[in-house]
């Protein structure tokens, strides 16, 4: 599809420069070709002057030189038609191959920039369409589930009420999943769309991790994870809200994967004017080949799925990549299988929009 809207964009490309190019190309021919015509007029009264009973062809042009200021030549040039009508046909091949020549480097160049021009819309077109089928993988596992465990309910005559109710405890659970993917699709929606810019406003960067420690408090008592945070008061220009759930997703995924009776370590610094803050854990960690990968939508590791119990989707680190880039920052990870995972991120530490 792609290739064919690139064939198309540059024969628009070619059909303009080829307009442009014949619009220049007559006006030089008309322009040149007007003064060869005067000169086969000069030649012609210079010929046959005593026959038409005119003065001089040579007395009309030094006049009209000396008129305009122009130097006057010593003796009249002869010329012969025959050159005149040869610089004609000279003047005509040699445009025409210019304009063969300007029309093949304007192909060339054409078709490259019609590859540049439409790039962005092709990748943005491809990351649509794999985005609709991960999406469509998720969903249709929770979804499979729910149709078996109904259709055996249904099919099962001697069905008691304790294993419907069974039944319907596991259809809940998996609703639950597709509620919870569902919300994150549309956060990863939502921040990819949205500009968040007029929301920015000076905030302290402690009180948003604080406020998303006690959010997440509840989930790290659960597995006696303890959570140090020894973060400090540092301005930002940012907004509070998306920066609070870029801080509990990430110590939502520390805790996901980390092991119980752990510790989770929240720092904070102020480097070249930017913010560094440092979750770090001593979970299960990621592994080297994975690294690359884990802000990508829907990738989860092979490790995490066999080390942990969690059945998360894949969405929340690319959710937090895509709340740092909206504040122009950087996330990395550094992980240490069977050791923990360290998240690193760095924030401008702008104080107004004029810096």
Do not use: C
């Not at 619009?23 to 000069?42: A, G």
């Not at 960067?205 to 420690?213: F, N, R, S, T």
């Amino acid at each position: 599809m792609f290739q064919s809207a690139r064939i198309k964009l540059t024969a628009w490309y070619l059909i303009i420069i080829l307009i442009i190019s014949g619009l220049f190309t007559i006006s030089i021919y008309n322009n040149i070709n007007e003064e060869l015509i005067r000169l086969e007029q000069i030649y012609f009264i210079h010929i046959h002057k005593e026959h038409l009973g005119i003065e001089p062809s040579w007395e009309q042009i030094r006049r009209e030189r000396l008129s305009q200021g122009l130097p006057v030549p010593t003796q009249l040039p002869v010329f012969n038609p025959e050159d005149i009508e040869h610089a004609r046909w000279r003047m005509q091949a040699v445009l025409v191959a210019l304009n063969a020549m300007i029309l093949g480097l304007s192909g060339i160049a054409g078709y490259f920039l019609a590859g540049r021009t439409l790039r962005p819309i092709k990748e943005m077109v491809d990351e649509q369409n794999q985005f609709i089928t991960d999406s469509s993988h998720e969903l249709r596992t929770p979804l499979t589930s729910l149709k078996t465990e109904l259709e055996v309910s249904l099919r099962d005559n001697s069905l008691t009420l304790e294993e419907a109710k069974k039944t319907l405890q596991s259809n809940l659970e998996e609703v639950n999943k597709l509620q919870y993917l569902s919300d994150n699709l549309i956060k990863l929606t939502k921040h990819r769309a949205q500009d968040i810019s007029n929301n920015f406003k000076v905030t302290d960067i402690k009180e948003l991790i604080d406020a998303a420690v006690n959010k997440i408090e509840k989930m790290a008592n659960a597995k006696n994870i303890v959570i140090e945070n020894k973060t400090t008061k540092h301005s930002i220009y940012a907004d509070p809200i998306s920066l609070t759930e870029l801080f509990v997703t990430l110590l939502d995924n520390a805790i996901k994967y980390s092991l119980e009776n752990t510790t989770i370590i929240i720092t904070s610094d102020k480097s070249d004017g930017n913010i560094i803050v440092k979750i770090i854990d001593q979970g299960i960690g990621i592994d080297q080949k994975d690294i690359p990968h884990i802000f990508d939508r829907f990738y989860r590791s092979e490790k995490s799925r066999s080390k942990s119990e969690t059945n998360g989707y894949g969405l929340g680190l690319a959710i937090a990549k895509q709340i740092v880039q909206k504040h122009n920052g950087t996330i990395k990870v550094v992980s240490k299988l069977n050791k923990g995972s360290t998240f690193s991120i760095s924030l401008p530490a702008k104080l107004s929009k004029q810096f």
